[in-house]
């Protein structure tokens, strides 16, 4: 009997026609009513999830007895209870790679954007503000040659010292759990404790996975350790940075500027950092690229077949629970 698949986000009709092959699978609907409602029905017949962006443990899962594995398509799985997922005994699975270099891209163009004020003196120039030269109160700041401090240098982390040094000649710092003594010979990076990095780098990008450790890993005191003259990238997650403490040192020159991809709540109708010109704010968009989506949803098209036609799934984040 083919087994179910619930898809708990958006997935293109090529992915639904794929997963339909091979199962049955249903896809709440919102034309067809409350879709808390769909999904709530549909998970005491599910096996197998596919999607990204809602939070999954005990609570939501409870009814889902027959449930085998979530298939994230993210590469970043702290919206999911895995101690949980693991105590059950449901695999889960997420993207890693596929998605590096779209992020880190990211990452460096909100370093270059913060840097040379580009959003803002594009509303600038399209306001019709442009009327004379550009003097000192519109300039920006240099990237080449400056202190880049990679707080995080996982893959993503890496890919982006990767174009500080080798495309803009800079120094990289790095802070994190453990040595990376290939991309210090790589690159040449240094390790810093997070202090240091704050102190001295000229951009601190921030590329650690969300956890208790890492929640609010930037605060008030982080932010007073940085220079002035510095700008705080975000292509985490929003919650590694006290929002309120960030905006209050953006209004205040504790440092220079923010250049921000992710938020404490999202999606972000509404902000006080949308009323500041030293923040760059974007939607959530690390990964979203027409390529590194496809390449996202082949990926977790793949672990969650895999796992339900009883293989061991490419990417399984609680390998504990693989019986194979
Ligand atoms: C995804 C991300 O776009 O992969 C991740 O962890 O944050 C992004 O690449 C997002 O998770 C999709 O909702």
Same mark, same amino acid.
């Given at each position: 009997?083919?087994?179910?698949?619930?898809?708990? &986000?958006?997935?293109?009709?090529?992915?639904? *026609?794929?997963?339909?092959?091979?199962?049955?699978?249903?896809?709440?609907?919102?034309?067809?009513?409350?879709?808390?409602?769909?999904?709530?029905?549909?998970?005491?017949?599910?096996?197998?999830?596919? $999607?990204?962006?809602?939070?999954?443990?005990?609570?939501?899962?409870?009814?889902?007895?027959?449930?085998? +594995? +979530?298939?994230?398509?993210?590469?970043?799985?702290?919206?999911? /209870?895995? $101690?949980?997922?693991?105590?059950?005994?449901?695999?889960?699975?997420?993207?890693?790679?596929?998605?590096?270099?779209?992020?880190?891209?990211?990452?460096? @163009?909100?370093?270059? &954007?913060?840097?040379?004020?580009?959003? *803002?003196?594009?509303?600038?120039?399209?306001?019709?503000?442009?009327?004379?030269?550009?003097?000192? !109160?519109?300039?920006?700041?240099?990237?080449?040659?400056?202190?880049?401090?990679?707080?995080?240098?996982?893959?993503?982390?890496?890919?982006?010292?990767?174009?500080?040094?080798?495309?803009?000649?800079?120094?990289?710092?790095? @802070?994190?759990?453990?040595?990376?003594?290939?991309?210090?010979?790589?690159?040449?990076?240094?390790?810093?404790?997070?202090?240091?990095?704050?102190?001295?780098?000229?951009?601190?990008?921030?590329?650690?996975?969300?956890?208790?450790?890492?929640?609010?890993?930037?605060?008030?005191?982080?932010?007073?350790?940085?220079?002035?003259? =510095?700008?705080?990238?975000?292509? =985490?997650?929003?919650?590694? +940075?006290? *929002? !309120?403490?960030?905006?209050?040192?953006?209004? &205040?020159?504790?440092?220079?500027?923010?250049?921000?991809?992710?938020?404490?709540?999202?999606?972000?109708?509404?902000?006080?950092?949308?009323?500041?010109?030293?923040?760059?704010?974007?939607?959530?968009?690390?990964?979203?690229?027409?390529?590194?989506?496809? =390449?996202?949803?082949?990926?977790?098209?793949?672990?969650?077949?895999? =796992?339900?036609?009883? *293989?061991?799934?490419? /990417?399984?984040?609680?390998?504990?629970?693989?019986?194979?």
């Amino acid at each position: 009997m083919k087994k179910t698949v619930l898809a708990f &986000s958006r997935v293109s009709p090529e992915m639904a *026609e794929r997963l339909q092959q091979d199962f049955n699978v249903i896809i709440p609907d919102p034309k067809k009513g409350d879709l808390n409602e769909q999904f709530n029905e549909a998970l005491p017949h599910t096996h197998g999830m596919i $999607g990204a962006g809602r939070k999954l443990g005990r609570e939501q899962l409870e009814s889902a007895k027959q449930l085998e +594995v +979530v298939s994230s398509i993210s590469v970043g799985y702290d919206n999911y /209870d895995v $101690g949980y997922l693991s105590e059950r005994g449901i695999m889960l699975t997420n993207t890693p790679d596929v998605l590096t270099e779209s992020t880190a891209d990211l990452g460096f @163009s909100l370093i270059m &954007s913060s840097a040379r004020r580009v959003a *803002e003196l594009d509303a600038y120039t399209k306001a019709g503000n442009w009327k004379r030269s550009i003097e000192a !109160p519109h300039f920006g700041t240099d990237v080449y040659g400056k202190t880049l401090g990679i707080v995080g240098m996982g893959n993503i982390g890496a890919a982006v010292a990767r174009r500080g040094r080798l495309g803009f000649n800079m120094p990289i710092l790095y @802070s994190g759990n453990s040595r990376k003594t290939a991309i210090e010979q790589e690159l040449g990076a240094q390790f810093r404790t997070l202090d240091q990095l704050l102190a001295e780098a000229d951009f601190v990008c921030l590329v650690v996975p969300l956890s208790e450790k890492t929640k609010h890993l930037i605060s008030t005191r982080e932010l007073g350790l940085m220079k002035k003259s =510095a700008i705080l990238v975000n292509i =985490a997650r929003g919650p590694i +940075v006290d *929002e !309120p403490a960030l905006i209050e040192a953006l209004q &205040s020159g504790t440092i220079r500027g923010a250049g921000l991809d992710v938020y404490e709540k999202e999606p972000l109708p509404e902000s006080p950092l949308f009323k500041l010109s030293n923040a760059v704010t974007l939607p959530h968009i690390g990964s979203a690229t027409h390529e590194t989506r496809q =390449a996202m949803a082949d990926r977790a098209f793949d672990n969650l077949r895999a =796992a339900l036609l009883g *293989e061991k799934p490419q /990417d399984l984040v609680n390998q504990q629970v693989w019986k194979g």
